[in-house]
């Protein structure tokens, strides 16, 4: 081999190192090491009772008992659990503060003083909660946005109204945070909904009729609530509105904005998952007077009265029994 030849190599293959180092560098993105150590687990049902935090078929014990028994009751919880896309987070109900718990990682506080826990992005990375005062009832609080891949603050904006706490028939304990992502929070105080850009960091009301409220949102997809008669409302891009009369207004939508879960407004008062491309509606088998929420992908949770918590695939239609015990907490997403 020639010395020409011999320089020329060794000249390729100091390239060659330097755009693999260069590689690295760029998906670091300059901002250290990240800390997306959680698992991605798919669509499976999360819960979290004594035995632990469940997802799927697999339990991880948790460093407190993240739900606390109401006063003198035997099987109701106070407490907020949340999804993100690689970990749960859920609030300390005694201390306020707010724990990510990565799917196969090592649980750490990154929030304080939160009297009604986190909310997040069972697709993505974001996490939310309101930190400070309680917001709705003693002066303003802070938005926290968090980022739980990379393990930091997104923005800390100071509110007029935080977030309510969940209450009243089929909602599970949590809060009302209704729409999580890297672009907008959007989130219900008493009767009004906010809207956060979390760009511009600026926040708005959500405009609605004067016989009408916000439900639940999820990119353009929307729920509302009509007034006298009770009857919540579709609203889907470029397609007419629809009306449901024999449901309540006690609605939730699926991470994907697929479905919606609800409870007939009937005798039966049954849990039922409706399409919202195609508003066609299936009613969930075998329960009554349910507690309704959403895991992660379309896998709806049911809590009902005969003591049974079910994960309903809504792209299948079927559901199976959990081995939960109760009591039992369930994601606020």
């Not at 800390?35 to 798919?42: K, Q, T, W, Y």
């Not at 004594?50 to 014990?61: F, I, S, Y």
């Not at 879960?261 to 195609?278: C, M, P």
Request: proline residues 6%; aromatic residues 8%.
């Amino acid at each position: 081999m020639s010395t020409r030849t011999l320089v020329r190599l060794l000249a390729l293959a100091a390239l060659v190192s330097a755009a693999v180092v260069f590689g690295v560098t760029v998906a670091q993105g300059g901002q250290g090491p990240a800390r997306s150590d959680g698992l991605i687990v798919g669509d499976v049902p999360v819960w979290w009772d004594a035995r632990g935090l469940h997802r799927g078929d697999v339990v991880e014990k948790t460093p407190l008992k993240i739900g606390v028994l109401l006063g003198g009751n035997t099987d109701t919880l106070n407490g907020a659990l949340a999804l993100v896309r690689s970990g749960a987070l859920y609030v300390n109900p005694a201390t306020g503060n707010v724990w990510f718990h990565p799917w196969g990682g090592k649980p750490r506080i990154v929030g304080h003083n939160s009297k009604a826990g986190p909310g997040g992005d069972p697709s993505g990375d974001t996490a939310v909660w309101f930190e400070g005062s309680d917001a709705l009832n003693a002066g303003p609080g802070e938005l926290v946005v968090y980022d739980t891949a990379a393990g930091r603050e997104i923005s800390r904006t100071r509110q007029v109204r935080g977030v309510s706490e969940s209450s009243g028939d089929h909602y599970p304990p949590g809060n009302r945070f209704l729409d999580v992502s890297a672009k907008r929070v959007v989130w219900t105080s008493g009767s009004t909904t906010y809207s956060h850009d979390v760009r511009t960091r600026r926040t708005s009301v959500v405009k609605t009729s004067k016989n009408r409220y916000v439900v639940d949102v999820h990119d353009r997809v929307k729920l509302l609530g009509e007034r006298n008669p009770w009857v919540p409302v579709l609203k889907m891009p470029g397609r007419a509105e629809q009306r449901y009369p024999n449901l309540e207004t006690r609605v939730r939508l699926s991470p994907s904005g697929k479905y919606f879960l609800a409870v007939e407004n009937t005798e039966r008062h049954g849990a039922v998952i409706v399409d919202t491309r195609t508003g066609k509606a299936w009613r969930v088998p075998r329960n009554a007077y349910p507690w309704i929420a959403w895991s992660y992908g379309d896998i709806a949770m049911v809590d009902h009265t005969r003591g049974a918590l079910l994960a309903c695939d809504a792209a299948r239609r079927t559901c199976k029994r959990l081995p939960a015990k109760h009591p039992l907490l369930m994601p606020t997403n």
